[in-house]
């Protein structure tokens, strides 16, 4: 039996754009089901903005369904990232907690 309080998470590889989308998309757990989706950035080099849409697109899906998505998407980004979230303003409409590059 599977703990209803652990998350799902997609980690994310490399340098990601249009050509990543779909299978990218593919990893998303469908929002009325899903507790926790936690998109792990830590390996991702950069994102592109169809991969920032992706992120924003599964937001408004779990709004939808009825769930905060301050509570239920978690991204962990690295300061290379994390100026993209904030510039975009992702990182108000999810959770995106920093972490120290290696």
């Known amino acids: 039996m599977e703990s209803q309080d652990k ?16 299978r990218i ?5 469908d929002p ?3 507790e926790r989706l936690v998109i792990d950035c830590t390996d991702a080099r950069s994102l592109d903005s ?9 937001r408004r899906r779990v709004q939808i369904a009825g769930k905060d998505p ?3 998407i978690v991204a962990i ?5 994390l ?4 510039l975009t303003g992702i990182s108000r409409a999810i959770t995106v907690l920093p972490i120290d590059e290696r």
């Not at 998350?7 to 779909?22: E, F, S, T, Y």
């Open 25 to 29: 998309a593919g990893l998303f757990p």
């Open 77 to 81: 980004a690295p300061p290379r990232l």
């Open 32 to 34: 009325q089901t899903a």
């Open 7 to 22: 998350p799902l998470v997609i980690a994310l590889h490399g340098d990601l754009g249009l050509a990543d989308r779909d």
């Open 83 to 86: 100026r993209l979230f904030e």
């Open 50 to 58: 169809s991969i920032l849409a992706l992120i924003m697109t599964y």
């Open 70 to 72: 301050l509570a239920t």
